[in-house]
T-cell receptor
Framework: KAGVTQTPRYLIKTRGQQVTLSCSPI?????VSWYQQTPGQGLQFLFE???????NKGNFPGRFSGRQFSNSRSEMNVSTLELGDSALYLC??????????????FGNGTRLTVT | GEDVEQSLFLSVREGDSSVINCTYT??????LYWYKQEPGAGLQLLTY???NMDMKQDQRLTVLLNKKDKHLSLRIADTQTGDSAIYFC????????????WGAGTKLIIKP
């Protein structure tokens, strides 16, 4: 079974631009969560999608948005990029919404650098 | 608010046991997880324990849960160089709709 696939692996953008990151979950998984990982803030939850609906949202500004398609693939968009948005963005999938006994399976992430 | 705390670093000699500790604040936790992150990679689930258990063993890994003290530990027996990674503790609890609350991660350093 293929794992969670994130593209692209690396991205360099300049301030003010916008960026779209993509995540393909494990086949059969309908929940996709996005996290931002930085050395200073650790792992921060962005949002979770399940069956094309946003189920949960973290404390990030409206510049961060996402969506999920009918095939469970998800995209995350960041508009008007700031230097502080430089981070590793991780996508994780699970079979159900909310963790309970269904653990998260992570992709290798997209490393975004904003200059 | 809810919080999960871990030490940032742990250094052990190859072949020794590593014990990574984690404390959490929410008493309604249902599941507690340990994830491993190797350099340049995402997080990999190592093991998890339900809050009505006090111990779980899986090969070289032993998880101990002390609910009274809200303390979780991960013991890695016979630590190898391949165990070098950052280890994250996370809890899921009912009031957060089971969204995970994460620790900051413990970097395990192996000395030859």
């Amino acid at each position: 079974k293929a794992g969670v696939t994130q593209t692209p692996r690396y991205l360099i953008k300049t301030r003010g631009q916008q960026v779209t990151l993509s995540c393909s979950p494990i086949s059969g998984h309908r929940s996709v969560s996005w996290y931002q990982q930085t050395p200073g803030q650790g792992l921060q939850f962005l949002f979770e999608y399940f069956s094309e609906t946003q189920r949960n949202k973290g404390n990030f500004p409206g510049r961060f948005s996402g969506r999920q398609f009918s095939n469970s693939r998800s995209e995350m968009n960041v508009s008007t990029l700031e230097l502080g948005d430089s981070a590793l963005y991780l996508c994780a999938s699970s079979s159900v919404s909310g963790q309970r006994n269904s653990p998260l399976h992570f992709g290798n992430g997209t490393r975004l650098t904003v200059t | 608010g809810e919080d999960v705390e871990q030490s940032l670093f742990l250094s052990v000699r190859e072949g020794d046991s590593s014990v990574i500790n984690c404390t959490y604040t929410d008493s309604s936790s249902t599941y507690l997880y340990w994830y491993k992150q190797e350099p340049g990679a995402g997080l990999q689930l190592l093991t998890y324990i339900f809050s009505n258990m006090d111990m779980k063993q899986d090969q070289r890994l032993t998880v101990l849960l002390n609910k009274k003290d809200k303390h979780l530990s991960l013991r890695i027996a016979d630590t190898q160089t391949g165990d070098s990674a950052i280890y994250f503790c996370a809890e899921a609890y009912m009031d957060s709709n089971y969204q995970l609350i994460w620790g900051a991660g413990t970097k395990l350093i192996i000395k030859p």
